[in-house]
């Protein structure tokens, strides 16, 4: 066991720590675990949870040895990695994640690409030959820095961002020039000094300890809050902060990140459910804020890579005896696992895959009882459009049934209709984490992107809520409260139905069954019986 007085713990090939999940989260126990199974993750190393507890508890002080444990650690990575954390010629750069004893997915705050500047910058680019890739990295920095750590209005980078897609006519900054990242990176400079009123921080130690504390902050913001009042979780004491060298999505064409579940979190059957984005960097795919590729065109570009990922996905499903939720980055066709832990689930699909896992072996009829102890068997239902209506628009599905409800563009308004009992879809251009009482409101959630794996997805369906994602035939115009399907103008307060099962969206309401699973059901209750024989 970890002593008392431990205050960091490493992982990486060739590292024995061990790291247990109470005091230092699921993330780091979880790494560590991989790692050692032979699973490639970067190195990294983890700050426990009592850190965070001390920040509190002190006015939100850092403890005297904060500084030494990152010092300590990141002279651990550039061993590990044979780079230099703020080095011109090989930089070390790393992300620095949040990660509590429990799974708080989405709601705290990570930082990617921290030990940036303008002096490593010429180092990525030599390491790297692809200058486009590491000015993309640089803006990508100023921007969530601000967000992070100074808790500015992301509109505009966003509109600067935009505006460069637009003249060069591309809809992806991956298709932009080293040239036009460049010069969009120093435009990010210059709305980061007017925003903050001061200089994105050159030095990589500050930007190193600006990032821990971001992280430990975090724990307190209103979307963690919410989530854990939502979520009835009271005991816990906070977040640890784990550090892991980069391994870069967004280097080429050959590179992308991705989430892997390991069985289908809404119908329950066997295959791998994979959401990927190339040239992408993996808070891309989950904030929501980026639709993915089709699951086969991942598969098609990279097949030695996907298979590699099938067979870690059930090598892992196997050790912890569970349904997996995987985030990955593919840097150049090489893979990392950067997570892994218990996907949500609906409590349909929790039903069919806790009874298959039994069926195959990899758990007993006693822990099918325990892994659902806290659904209501009897309450669960399988919904199915019967109506001969045709949808005008298709997304993609994300979380399974049939939901009907009025349009509504905000969480706030979601929940106050909902607690006059009226049914209501939380339509959004993208969901984070901030509309996570909306989405509890709301019956279903309707996106213009996103991916099915993003967190408010995966929220979604923890919660029964049905969703669709990814909605190419909706345009929201919020200022005026209306948003055109497919050329259909709706005002807010319209009737329209969603299926997540198929992505269809309808105007108004539609008819459609219910079917409760009574085959699972039923082969539950006999080992309800058995168990109390």
């Given amino acids: 066991m970890v002593k008392p007085t431990q205050r960091m713990v490493r992982f990486g090939a060739g590292v024995r720590d061990d790291v247990p999940s109470a005091e230092f989260g699921n993330k780091a126990a979880s790494l560590a675990t991989m790692s050692q199974m032979g699973v490639p993750v970067p190195p990294g190393f983890s700050l426990p949870v009592s850190i965070c507890e001390e920040y509190y508890r002190k006015n939100e002080s850092l403890p005297p040895d904060f500084f030494d444990l990152l010092k300590n650690g990141i002279a651990f990575l550039e061993k590990a990695t044979e780079s230099v954390f703020g080095g011109t010629r090989r930089p070390l750069l790393v992300s620095v994640r949040s990660g509590a004893p429990v799974s708080m997915p989405g709601v705290m705050d990570t930082l990617l690409n921290v030990g940036l500047n303008q002096e490593t910058i010429r180092g990525l680019i030599f390491m790297s030959g692809n200058p486009a890739f590491a000015w993309d990295s640089y803006r990508r920095i100023l921007h969530e820095f601000s967000r992070v750590i100074f808790h500015q209005d992301s509109q505009l980078f966003r509109s600067a961002l935009g505006a460069v897609l637009k003249a060069e006519g591309v809809t992806d900054p991956l298709e932009l020039s080293s040239g036009s990242l460049r010069d969009l990176a120093f435009q990010y400079e210059r709305i980061f000094a007017n925003q903050t009123g001061r200089r994105f921080p050159a030095d990589v130690h500050e930007q190193l300890v600006c990032a821990a504390e971001g992280v430990i902050r975090s724990w307190n913001n209103p979307r963690a809050e919410s989530f854990r009042k939502m979520n009835l979780i009271r005991e816990v004491r906070g977040t640890a902060v784990t550090v892991q060298a980069m391994v870069f999505g967004n280097m080429g064409s050959h590179s992308g990140a991705g989430v892997a579940f390991t069985r289908n979190p809404w119908l329950g059957t066997g295959e791998m459910l994979v959401d990927f984005k190339f040239g992408a960097q993996g808070e891309d795919v989950v904030s929501g804020e980026e639709s993915a590729a089709a699951q086969a065109e991942f598969r098609r570009a990279m097949p030695a890579v996907y298979r590699e990922l099938a067979e870690i996905g059930k090598k892992i499903e196997a050790q912890y005896r569970d349904m997996q939720d995987i985030e990955f980055t593919v840097q150049e066709e090489t893979l990392s696992i950067l997570q892994t832990r218990s996907g949500k689930r609906s409590p349909y699909a929790a039903l069919k895959i806790a009874v298959a896992m039994c069926q195959e072996g990899i758990i007993s009829p006693s822990d099918v009882i325990w892994m659902l102890r806290e659904i209501d068997l009897d309450a669960i239902t399988v919904q199915n459009v019967k109506s001969q209506d045709y949808p ?142």
């Fill in 392 to 533: 005008v628009a298709v997304g993609i599905p994300a979380s399974g049934g049939v939901a009907t409800g009025a349009i509504t563009f905000s969480g706030e308004r979601a929940e106050r209709e909902a607690a006059e009992g009226r049914p209501v879809i939380l339509v959004r251009e993208t969901a984070s984490p901030d509309d996570l009482p909306g989405i509890a409101a709301a019956r279903g959630l309707l996106t213009m992107r996103g991916a099915r794996t993003s967190h408010a997805a995966v929220v979604a369906r923890q919660l029964g809520k049905v969703c669709v994602v990814s909605c190419e035939g909706l345009a929201i115009d919020v200022v005026r409260k209306r948003c055109t399907l497919s050329g259909h103008d709706l005002r807010e307060g319209a009737v329209i139905s969603i299926d997540g099962n198929s992505g269809n969206v309808y105007i108004g309401a539609i008819g459609w069954s219910e079917e409760r699973p009574d085959d699972l059901i039923t082969i539950v209750r006999g080992w309800e019986r058995e168990q109390q024989v």
